[in-house]
């Protein structure tokens, strides 16, 4: 049965789970948003475009891949949101990043598990690249 405190609870822990994202989307959204104001955004674009372009992505995404394997996932929406990318695209990246995110944590985590990190870095970016390929050719 739900009684008043299950529901200040629920708002509770609604507005901490709120706080603790927006802690990381906001402020990854506006540093994007500002570097796409400058040309440094259009430098990222150049160099990455011939890797980027296996995906059917812009160059831009290389900036919510690096950020998505590095940080998290909350940091690679951040970034998705203020790109201008297409249905299709963030498909794309959804997939790559499902495989291949938070490499650092998750690695950490193998490690005491007794995986070998290079072993499974090397396996779940393998994982992400050819989900990538194939799912721009399939798209």
Do not use: C
Request: proline letters at 4%.
């Amino acid at each position: 049965m739900v009684t008043l405190d299950t529901f200040k609870r629920g708002i509770s822990n609604g507005f901490k789970t709120l706080w603790l994202l927006s802690k990381i989307l906001v402020p990854v959204y506006l540093v994007i948003t500002i570097i796409r104001l400058t040309p440094i955004i259009d430098w990222i674009a150049f160099i990455f475009k011939p890797i980027m372009f296996a995906f059917g992505l812009p160059g831009e995404a290389a900036i919510v891949l690096v950020l998505g394997n590095t940080l998290n996932l909350y940091a690679a929406l951040g970034a998705i949101a203020s790109l201008s990318l297409t249905a299709k695209q963030i498909t794309i990246l959804a997939i790559m990043l499902g495989f291949s995110h938070s490499l650092i944590v998750e690695t950490a985590v193998l490690r005491k598990l007794n995986v070998k990190p290079w072993q499974a870095i090397s396996f779940r970016v393998s994982l992400g690249i050819i989900s990538g390929i194939v799912m721009n050719l399939l798209l």
